[in-house]
């Protein structure tokens, strides 16, 4: 008898029809010379629904990205619309609107566990904030293990375990000491956690003391404060009393299980100070930006484009807060699985703020991996020197609007043109389109070509 050991196989879904024109020349040579053609993205023919679309500032980027999205919103694909100038305005009907801000209520969690067994778990969460992290604040090799272990206490500690895939979900919690139900630990309880190794090393007491420290300090402030005013507080002064015992009592304990040393050498991986101040400071700022409260945006699930007008908050912040979002949404299309065709677009304007040369950067893994569980991704910027090779080649699509032309010669170099194919390009009327196809009939149009481009 044979046991089928694989697990089954999720269904592959459908995705909707659609055709986004980029534009449309007459061919002057090859089998099909003197023939009409167009280019587009579309769902069935292209090898993939990615797209970069490059020129100088005012040479029409925003104003195709707001076509190419109505076009897309239109025809049911669920558009994430991201816009750090917040001048990406699509038709009110179909679009609905966020303002992330440091007012804003709705934030994304940084640290949230994605409950899917083959791509989240606690692991994955800490790694991704770990690679979140070191774009913002300076880490060696021995804090980065370092941090990777405090988060993997912290999740620990939240009831999400690492070797135990039940319990990446909030549906089960291993701990069956814990007082509160289970939720997605948050910035603000990685800073405490951080704050305790400060304590720690400026102190030299265990983390557990350094918890219970805290408690005197509170309690002292508040008698203190109490007797300012002439006030007793009788309660406070039995509670600190507690509190010091307590800390006596956990210094006593921490002594005592020192077996092998290696609690030393925990503390020596953090070993400078000012570094895991600097981690800290970064995310008390982060903390602060009140972009990563934990609670998502809430968007209209009749509209099909979701706008996140992001211009409101500094460029460092912009850079977390996109590679959140990204991961996020990456995450969201694995768990919904395979798909035929795509029916997630997300577009990003001015992304040459975002990429990252950086194999494992959530752009690089969009572009390489996102295609199958129905992911396509729209770059638009003025720089597309700075964008990784992998990024370029693996856009079946290219749009080149008018470019200045100091950057001729190094464009047409990275996108392998015919010298002087650039010049010809007239701002707002034509345009050099690549979109490679997946029909061999079709083969010889996925070179570049110069055509009108559409609205
Ligand atoms: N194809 C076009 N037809 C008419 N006007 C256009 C076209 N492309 C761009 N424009 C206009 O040119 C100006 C600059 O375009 P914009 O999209 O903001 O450029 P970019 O985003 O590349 O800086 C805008 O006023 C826009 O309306
Ligand atoms: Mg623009």
Redesign the pocket.
């Known amino acids: 008898m044979v046991v089928a050991s694989q697990q089954p196989r999720r269904e592959i879904r459908n995705a909707p029809h659609f055709r986004v024109m980029l534009g449309s020349t007459t061919l002057r040579s090859g089998s099909r010379a003197g023939q009409r053609v167009e280019f587009a993205i579309d769902a069935a023919g292209s090898l993939n629904g990615h797209l970069i679309l490059a ?1 100088s ?8 990205l707001r076509r190419i999205v109505r076009e897309l919103g239109r025809a049911g694909v669920r558009v994430h619309l991201i816009d750090p100038h917040g ?1 990406l305005h699509v038709d009110p009907d179909i679009t609905d609107t966020r303002v992330f801000s440091e007012a804003t209520q709705a934030g994304l969690n940084p640290l949230e566990v994605a409950a899917d067994p083959d791509h989240g778990g606690p692991r994955r969460a800490a790694m991704t904030f770990v690679s979140l992290m070191l774009r913002q604040a300076t880490l060696g090799e021995k804090q980065r293990s370092a941090l990777l272990r405090l988060l993997l206490d912290l999740y620990a500690r939240y009831g999400f375990e690492a070797g135990n895939v039940r319990s990446w979900s909030l549906d089960f919690d291993p701990r069956d000491w814990a007082r509160a139900p289970k939720r997605q630990p948050v910035l603000a309880d990685l800073r405490r956690d951080v704050y305790q190794k400060l304590v720690q090393l400026k102190i030299g007491v265990p983390g557990s003391a350094a918890r219970v420290l805290e408690d005197v300090c509170k309690l002292s402030k508040k008698l203190s404060a109490l007797k300012v005013r002439n006030l007793r507080g009788d309660d406070v002064e039995v509670a600190l009393d507690a509190a010091k015992r307590k800390f006596v009592e956990t210094i006593g304990e921490a002594v005592n299980r020192v077996e092998t040393g290696a609690e030393i050498e925990e503390l020596i991986a953090w070993d400078s100070f000012d570094v895991v101040k600097g981690l800290y400071d970064r995310l008390e700022t982060l903390e602060g930006s009140g972009l990563f409260k934990g609670q998502a945006p809430e968007f209209a699930a009749t509209r099909p484009v979701w706008r996140y007008d992001i211009s409101a908050i500094s460029r460092n912040e912009q850079q977390f807060f996109v590679e959140c979002l990204l991961g996020k949404l990456f995450a969201e299309a694995k768990a919904r699985g395979e798909a035929r065709g795509p029916d997630t677009a997300i577009v990003l304007d001015e992304a040459s703020a975002f990429v990252d040369k950086h194999d494992e950067h959530i752009l690089n893994i969009l572009f390489r991996e996102a295609r199958k569980f129905g992911v396509m991704v729209i770059l638009a910027s003025q720089e597309i020197m700075t964008f990784p090779e992998a990024i370029v080649s693996s856009a079946a699509s290219k749009m080149i ?1 008018g470019v200045d032309d100091m950057y001729h010669a190094s464009l047409e170099r990275r996108l392998a043109l015919p010298k002087g194919k650039l010049k010809f390009i007239r701002p ?1 009327r034509t345009a050099l389109v690549q979109t490679r196809r997946r029909a061999s009939d079709e083969l010889e149009l996925s070179a570049f070509f110069e055509v009108d ?1 559409v ?1």
């Open positions: 020129g500032s005012g040479s029409g980027k925003s104003h195709q001048d609007l707002t481009i609205g």
